[in-house]
């Protein structure tokens, strides 16, 4: 053995007797404690590392600290969906903490280039954010010893004169409590370390992501989360100079921090960012190599995506620092390098802690005024760049245009609204749903980086996706306008602290021979359950008509009466009033059934039946896709779903559903029996809507044949360089881009769109061939598919003309196959419809299927 690798297995066995670990093993040499403060064994009954943290417990302890310490302010910033509070420790000297206001209003000045600073005197601010997974909880329990250690230290009492700490122990509250949960609960008191134990082995979902199985840190930007808009708020409000991300690896790596490879580093991000993030990387290798641990820099990770908690700063002036740290999982467990304990987990974590805070403590200055010279840098490209803002919105739908606006404004940008109609290039803007974002704003790069498309780039890998377009994703109408059509448009700023959707409204009186909902709002989806489960007759209608008073109604359109609720007019029409208003939608009375176009009693009008749904999980269901599809469902449409678990499908449970969601994943599991189940189900007259790797597992099970197109992406020649071999294997994954379809508007499937163009989104290689029957493709891809992102040459023949929906017959049911992802991280509002779509009118959808 060499001795390296010696080295390596006594500092992993380090702290393997639980008995033997305390304070002393964490803490770093020369430094006192003041002993009023408590410490976490003497709040939780147990050292640090000796069990996992639960999330009431890490909140206890931090009241504790704050009750105990003058440099301590405890505050919750917001509650999660399982209602855990999110906490935020302010660490300072008490003098700081009293003038909070003051710091965060000289700090907002530093992105006005025309305010007066004085970095001299400006203190550091730090923001330290552990275990955004939840399943990585190195970072939490860390935080135990951080909050101990800057509240009692007594000689980093006059530092702190100069420095601000936010302190956010746990950014996944939800996550880190399932999963402290499952290894405590399987903890046993003589450990073993085998990794095959129970311990170590996660049931799905697993603790990583939040309530709705969500990845938290991919949603810095999007936001769509109430964890994620808490923690941005408090970033926008304090402007940290450093943002520190502790995370967890693979059991068999070492230690990571940042920068990651320099290649893969997004763009806008200014180079200094890379020189600041590699110069504070020294305080870290300092450290590291002071208590013998390994570790690695500007490997592997990289910083594209800004929507992660380590590249979200880099584009505002802060630094973003991810720490990844490998993993026990558990308390103790067997890796390629010796036992790894959770306690060594937790030292290498805290110890980056410190050298984190000795970098901002030396660094103080330097990284005040980068902050205020990024910000008045930007002033002088806002002041080159031809392009003064961007504009977007639809004609159609008031909601799409909302969200978007919404999602920019938490990130402290001004949007404003039209006061005017407009046109540009031909496009017209409507004053009621559209919205104007100035490009000289101190957010400018993060603007740019929100609306740009790109599709060459510096490096062929990405750790996450390679394009976000946000108007692509949201399926709106968007230009960018230079400073004369800008100065035409009358626009007023939106106060995002009373901006939202307005309600919906009944056009007409009581007593109409016909209601009708259009079908092209976003949240009519929402509006049609309501509609159905009160009982009312809601029918589909698949042509186009027009009311004799001229109103036009296109395909989908739900046309609404009493049906069999056994409500009077009265109560028929407060009832319709009351929904429209809580989904954002209007409806329209009809007088009379004698319409253009088809009259009311139509064969091109087909009722609908309450969706009842299942979604499939568990065993090898994709917990990413499912449970967006749930958020999507519960969250945004306020429809029940049962959440239906492989071992639970049989013929007396699946019957009660006539909806099916099967998410992307491995389906094996349910067998040939369970197979049968489905297709007869299925030819019951059901819909199942399959994604991905369901639908080849619905054809691999005869339950109804999809091809699927294969692509020559071998490497050729005799012989290649071995050490490119990762690059250029890597360089083929479609790890997340957007493509350019064409959706047939008169299939049901895409209903309530009037653009036959749409963006839809991809991060696999599974491609889908068109069915020979042409009417059963409602949405293919383009010739040039590629929109914005990167895509590997030799996948683009599995895309050209290539099938995103299909629709299949099995008896008298339906199968709608989504090869894309329809509801990417929550943030992909211009594709939900699709899915949607899927749901309510599979049922009516005869000839365009494959048969």
Known sequence: MTRSALLLVLC???????????????????????????????V??????????????????????AAASDRVKFEETGRTYEKRPQTLLTISSPANLAKIDQIKADRAKLRNPNASVNIASMPVVMFMGYSVHGNEPSGANASLLAAYHFAAA???????????????????????????????????????????GREYNEAWPRGRTNHYWFDLNRDWLPVQHPESRNRVRVFQSWLPNIHLDFHEMGTNSTFFFQPGVPARMHPLTPEKNFKLTEKIGQYHAKALDKIGSLYYNQENYDDFYYGKGSTYPDIQGSIGILFEQASSRGHLQESANGLLSFPFTIRNQFTANLSSYQAAKEMRQELNQWMRDFYVGIKTETDADVNKAYIFGSKEDDARGYHLADLILQHDIKVFNLKEDITVNGREFKKENSYIVPADQPQYRLIKAMFETRTSFADSLFYDISAWTYPMAFNLDYMVLNSRILNLASVEEINKNNF???????????????????????????????LLKAGFLVRVANAEFTTPEGKSFGRGTLLIDQGESGLDKDAFYQKLKEIASKSTVDIHAISTGYTAGINMGSTFISPLDKPEIALLVDGGVDSYEAGEIWHLLDQRYEMPVTLLPMDRVSATVIDRYNVILMPDGNYNSLGKSGAETIKNWIGRGNTLVAKGGAVRWLSQNEIKEFKFRTVDNQEKGLQKSYANYENATGAKVTGGAIFNAKLDTTHPIGYGYQSGSIHTFRNDNLFLEPSDNPYANPLVYTENPLASGYLHPSNLPGLKNGSVIQVGAVGRGRIVAFADNMNFRAFWFGTNKLYMNAIFFGQVIEGGTAR
Request: aromatic share 14%.
């Open 12 to 42: 992993f066995i380090t702290g393997f007797s639980q008995a033997q670990v305390d304070l002393s093993y964490y803490l770093p040499s020369g430094y006192t404690y003041n002993p009023a403060i408590p410490t976490p064994k003497e």
């Open 154 to 196: 007594n000689e980093i009492e006059a530092e702190l004169e100069n420095i601000v700490l936010l302190l956010d122990p746990a950014i996944n509250p939800d996550g880190l409590n399932r999963f402290a949960s499952w290894v405590n609960s399987h903890k046993a008191y003589n450990l073993n370390g085998d990794p095959n």
């Open 44 to 65: 939780l009954g147990y050292e640090v590392g000796e069990w996992h943290v639960s999330h009431d417990q890490l909140v206890m302890y931090m009241k504790a600290v």
């Open 500 to 530: 939202q959707l307005k309600p919906g409204q009944v056009f007409g009186g009581v007593g109409a021979y016909q209601y009708a909902l259009e079908w092209s709002d976003y949240y009519a989806p929402k509006a049609a359950y309501q």
